[in-house]
Nanobody, 132 residues
């Protein structure tokens, strides 16, 4: 079965950095699109970044462009989200999510266009709190 386990969240001051990790199992990472989805207090759940399985192309929400970097290591089945210059508005639960090829075909989308509710598999989430 597909499993995703996030880690690396915590409390950080504004301007600080965190690196989130997602350990994937039960599938080959290069065949899935992987997204990082954020649930912020009082806000709609949003895909903040994603990376494609085939060519490794990346996408970012406008709110995190230039500050967050998504990457993956297919050999290790790991996906990362490096978060720099963190702001209080970045506070929330961050989920690692995976979308299969059939999902992309069903919705006729590339990974960067997937909404959070269109992903097939989810991790348990890790809390990120940005506060002074």
């Amino acid at each position: 079965q597909v499993q995703l386990v996030e880690s690396g969240g915590g409390l950080v001051q504004p301007g600080g950095s965190l690196r989130l990790s997602c350990a994937a199992s039960g599938f080959t990472l290069d065949l899935f699109a992987i997204g990082w989805v954020r649930q912020a207090p009082g806000k709609e759940r949003e895909v903040v970044s994603c990376i494609s399985g085939d060519d490794g192309s990346t996408n970012y929400a406008d709110a995190v462009k230039g500050r967050f970097t998504i990457s993956k290591n297919n050999a290790k089945n790991m996906v990362y989200l490096q978060m720099d210059s963190l702001k209080p508005d970045d506070t929330g639960v961050y989920y690692c999510a995976a979308a299969e090829l059939h999902t992309l075909l069903r919705f006729e989308k590339v990974p960067g266009d997937l909404k959070w509710y269109e992903y097939d598999h989810w991790g348990q989430g890790t809390q990120v709190t940005v506060s002074s």
